[in-house]
């Protein structure tokens, strides 16, 4: 079964909204989550690296005060699109690790979202 | 900075054939792991196997292995007796940083016939 959950699985909003999307691990604590940004046809970008209790370390290019991450707990990131407009439209997928070195990345479902 | 390169866009296979992706990368450790990800039209990913650099054995998921030379930095997927279940975007993996934290190549989209 899953083992990485997300929520919404998509999403539409109007442009100037902002949307937040949930990612859990749910039954291990994340100490650390990732969050990737698809666009069609293309592969996933890191976006950012969600880490409990700290601040969210975020790839050369992302707006930090765009994308919102706040992982408040150790099975809970969420990631908000403030003021979102068309062109955030995407695919957004959140991913975590059990603990260990080198445990294999398990990804959510992935949110789909339209800004229209 | 790292990075994964995925040479072939798309594939085609026949059912029951067998057919390699390639993926080739660059980076400066010596230890390391490389993963290939699956992505169907639900969007999940999935992932498909892993090797881990200091074995020298390929890595093997019944259906699934994978040709991995260290010296010239490449990393290809077999997938013999494909099915129809096999069609989906294709992604290697490489780590930087953490062990979690991927890179990933561009994709090869498989197409399965029969």
């Known amino acids: 079964g899953a083992v990485v959950s997300q929520h919404p699985s998509w999403v539409i909003c109007k442009s100037g909204t902002s949307v937040k999307i949930e990612c859990r691990s749910l039954?291990?604590?994340?100490?650390?989550m990732f969050w990737y940004r698809q666009f069609p046809k293309q592969s996933l970008m890191l976006m950012a690296t969600?880490?409990?209790?700290?601040?969210?370390?975020?790839e050369q290019g992302v707006e930090k005060d765009k994308f919102l991450i706040n992982h408040a707990s150790l099975t809970l990131s969420t990631l908000t699109v403030t003021s979102a407009h068309p062109e955030d439209s995407s695919f957004y997928i959140c991913?975590?690790?059990?603990?260990?070195?080198?445990?294999?990345?398990?990804f959510g479902n992935g949110t789909r979202l339209t800004v229209t | 900075a790292q990075t994964v390169t995925q040479s072939q866009p798309e594939m085609s296979v026949q059912e029951a054939e067998t057919v390699t992706l390639s993926c080739t990368y660059d980076t400066s450790e010596s230890d390391y792991y490389l993963f290939w990800y699956k992505q169907p039209p639900s969007r999940q990913m999935i992932l498909v196997i892993r090797q881990e650099a200091y074995k020298q054995q390929n890595a093997t998921e019944n259906r699934f292995s994978v040709n991995f030379q260290k010296a010239a930095k490449s990393f290809s997927l077999k997938i013999s007796d494909s099915q129809l279940g096999d069609a989906a975007m294709y992604f290697c993996?490489?780590?930087?940083?953490?062990?979690?934290?991927?890179?990933f190549g561009t994709g090869t989209r498989l197409q399965v016939t029969l």
């Open positions: 991913s975590a690790s059990r603990p260990g070195w080198n445990s294999p990345l398990h």
């Open positions: 039954d291990f604590q994340a100490t650390t």
């Open positions: 993996a490489y780590p930087t940083g953490t062990a979690s934290k991927l890179t």
């Open positions: 969600s880490n409990e209790g700290s601040k969210a370390t975020y």
